[in-house]
């Protein structure tokens, strides 16, 4: 079988491909009127994650489950765009983590806003401004995003899923000539992450560590500078047009970074993989014995809690605390209603969403 053969028979494939495509989005078209006229949500996890279930099991080729998701949650993305379009908020900068987890849900093609603040992202969404906003909640090596969590007790927002991305370094510089790099750009906290790399690949050359305020900043410094490098996201590197030399190079394939997606108005159905998460400020806090009790609520109907954060209450009192918890399960589900029920004056419920696997 000759090259221009095989080639023959994939163009064929993707004809064959773009029909099918076509095919789908008319129904999807078809689906979006009749959200609209019932004035149902576009966006529902759940129900993404049952195609994509029953797409691996059924899976008997080479695509992985990753390549799967990565090519139907475009697809998905492309869909809700043509269904109705929406805005969706992220914290900025755009090439940034955070720009990546967006895109890795809501695709390439929908309108972003791009915001500086983790404040400004819940306030778009609040106001109406952004149907969705995208903000990071903690990183498995440096821990919780403190003002993430604060805003999620003052604001009144509910968390519509979550997006968990492996946090991948690339270098990038216009040079392939490594000793001739005089300027490293990146963030202080992406040099540690990367130390290995730089001493294995820079020690002895003449290339100075320059901190940026982020590695959007560090790829666009080096766009702008020939013998200059960024140590960046893979994004931040092709949205400014820097080549990437090597790929991945922190010392450790085991970061992670853990978003949330917020709205103002919505609710999943069950997945059978959930997670909820729930704010708790409890009567008598300093009374012995009472978080105590509220826990072995949990522990008694044999609910998973996956997370407790306590935060301080900022309402002059002194030394009391609020709760964030996070545990497997729906909010529907009968054990967690009965906690919510029975604690109703002291837990409000941000929300149920498919449980994004590590």
Same mark, same amino acid.
């Given at each position: ?190 040099? =540690? ?122 309402? =002059? ?42």
């Amino acid at each position: 079988m000759t090259l221009e053969s095989l080639r023959n028979q994939i163009d064929a494939l993707d004809n064959q491909l773009l029909d099918l495509l076509n095919q789908r989005m008319e129904l999807v078209r078809h689906v979006g009127e009749v959200k609209k006229s019932s004035n149902a949500i576009i966006y529902r996890p759940e129900r993404e994650k049952q195609i994509l279930d029953r797409l691996h099991q059924q899976n008997k080729g080479l695509l992985t489950p990753a390549a799967i998701d990565a090519i139907f949650l475009e697809v998905f993305a492309v869909s809700r765009n043509l269904e109705m379009p929406e805005r969706i908020a992220y914290l900025g900068p755009e090439g940034s983590f955070t720009h990546q987890a967006a895109e890795s849900r809501f695709g390439a093609m929908s309108e972003y806003m791009v915001l500086p603040t983790i404040r400004s992202v819940f306030e778009s969404v609040e106001t109406g401004r952004a149907r969705f906003g995208v903000v990071p909640i903690e990183n498995n090596q440096e821990g919780v995003v403190n003002e993430t969590i604060d805003l999620l007790y003052e604001k009144d927002l509910l968390i519509a899923a979550e997006a968990q991305i492996p946090v991948h370094f690339t270098f990038a510089s216009q040079t392939e000539t490594l000793s001739e790099i005089t300027h490293i750009y990146s963030k202080d906290i992406a040099f =540690g992450q990367c130390s290995k790399f730089l001493r294995e690949y820079f020690e002895g050359l003449p290339a100075e560590l320059v901190p940026v305020e982020s590695t959007s900043k560090a790829a666009k410094l080096a766009a702008q500078q020939p013998k200059a490098a960024a140590i960046c996201s893979h994004i931040a590197s092709k949205l400014f047009g820097v080549p990437v030399l090597f790929d991945n190079i922190e010392d450790t394939d085991l970061n992670r970074t853990r978003f949330l997606i917020l709205a103002k108005d919505f609710k999943n159905q069950k997945s059978g993989n959930d997670k909820t998460t729930i704010v708790a400020r409890l009567q008598n806090t300093n009374k012995p014995g009472v978080l105590a009790a509220f826990l072995q609520e949990f522990d008694a109907r044999n609910i998973n809690l996956t997370k407790i954060e306590s935060r301080p209450l900022r309402d =002059g009192a002194t030394f009391k605390y609020w709760f964030l918890i996070e545990f497997e399960g729906h909010a529907n589900d009968q054990p967690v209603q009965d906690i919510l029920q029975r604690y109703a004056s002291d837990v409000k419920c941000l929300g149920s969403y498919v449980r994004a696997l590590s």
